[in-house]
């Protein structure tokens, strides 16, 4: 009898199932985790840029992170990045480079990256990004004599920036420099007419004073030895005439391991056939700005998963707005006076302007 009172004492007591546990919270964009990845992101893209200036990171637009199993994510970031004063050739740690205000006409990149995330390092798998100037209208709105760019195959732009490069190799007593590209160019027309552009250059094998016997000998010097720097020249047309050019070269640099030569501009190691005269890479005739214009795949990354990553992203993206778009519609629950909801997880902080 006390053995059949003590089964039915067992069969009734409760049956605690495991509880699995709770998926970690979404990241947020301004979350530290977040921002170390969009850093690597960001240094990925500059380092593998081969034309006009290094971007900073302006905001982070979405993250997603899909567990791949223990300490291994992928990480789909999307960024708003705005280009720097500092060429993609500069030395300058990303740091300490000014990213261009406003008035000076900013250009602003769209960057979609595939992060993979090992034991806590980072390392991107693919990239794709485009860039693009503000529009005219938005600037002059708030600066109206500032002065727009100017297409990069401009014949002011062109005769200014040829005028400047002979006009310093004319005078120095160094290297004979040869022009890489064109970076960005300005044209003022009121109350003075002026152009400023700024290029490229590149030291070749000749000094000034031998270029001037046989120009067409010097040629760029080797990978190895590599010089590069960049100019900036200020041409007045009116009310007077003057020309002025400043030359910095940075010396030989050696590339980090996992990025080509080929990081410093396209123009340097051309394809035979290719015509640089201008300094442009065809991709940039007609515009005021390279296009950052950068698809990358990591080779460790498989073809399959690289090519579908920015599909994904672009579903992900509807579905998100669709349940966001939801949410709202149905949103009844009552809120006491004065009840402040927190900040949407994303898109995050804006860190210097919005274009």
């Known amino acids: 009898m006390k053995a059949l009172v003590a089964l039915i004492l067992l069969v009734q007591l409760p049956i605690h199932k495991a509880v699995p546990a709770a998926p970690p919270a979404p990241l947020g964009c301004d979350d530290p985790e977040s921002e170390a990845a969009a850093e690597a992101a960001v240094n990925y893209i500059n380092g593998h840029s081969h034309h006009g200036y290094k971007f900073a990171l302006n905001r982070i637009e979405d993250i997603r992170v899909v567990p791949q199993g223990p300490n291994n994510d992928i990480i789909f970031l999307e960024l708003d990045l705005l280009e720097t004063k500092c060429p993609i050739l500069s030395p300058t740690p990303l740091a300490n480079c000014t990213v261009r205000s406003f008035t000076e006409h900013a250009v602003e990149g769209d960057c979609d990256v595939k992060l993979q995330k090992v034991d806590g390092t980072l390392s991107v798998l693919a990239s794709k990004c485009h ?123 050696v590339p980090a391991p996992d990025i080509p030569m080929l990081s410093g501009p396209g123009v340097t190691y051309i394809h035979s056939g290719q015509d640089t005269s201008a300094g442009l890479p065809p991709s940039a005739v007609g515009f005021t700005n390279h296009n950052l214009g950068l698809a990358h795949n990591n080779p460790v990354a498989s073809e399959s998963s690289s090519s579908e990553i920015f599909r994904s992203m672009l579903s992900e993206k509807s579905l998100t707005k669709r349940a966001v778009a939801e949410a709202a519609q149905h949103d009844k629950v009552l809120r006491p006076v004065g009840f402040v909801p927190p900040p949407p997880p994303c898109p995050g902080k804006i860190r210097h302007f919005d274009i």
């Open 131 to 253: 860039s693009h100037a503000d529009s005219s209208e938005d600037v002059l709105k708030v600066c109206p004599d500032c002065p727009l760019l100017a297409t990069l195959n401009n014949t002011e732009v062109l005769e200014t920036v040829s005028a400047a490069l002979n006009d310093y190799n004319s005078k120095t007593t160094d290297s004979y420099l040869r022009l890489l590209e064109i970076g960005r160019a300005k044209i003022q027309y009121y109350p003075g007419h002026v152009v400023v552009a700024e290029f490229a250059v590149g030291a070749t094998n000749c000094s000034a004073e031998e270029a001037k016997a046989n120009v067409g000998a010097c040629q760029l010097l080797p990978e190895d030895q590599s010089n590069f720097g960049f100019c900036t020249a200020v041409k007045v047309k009116r009310p007077s005439q003057d020309l002025q050019v400043d030359c910095q070269l940075y010396g030989h640099q």
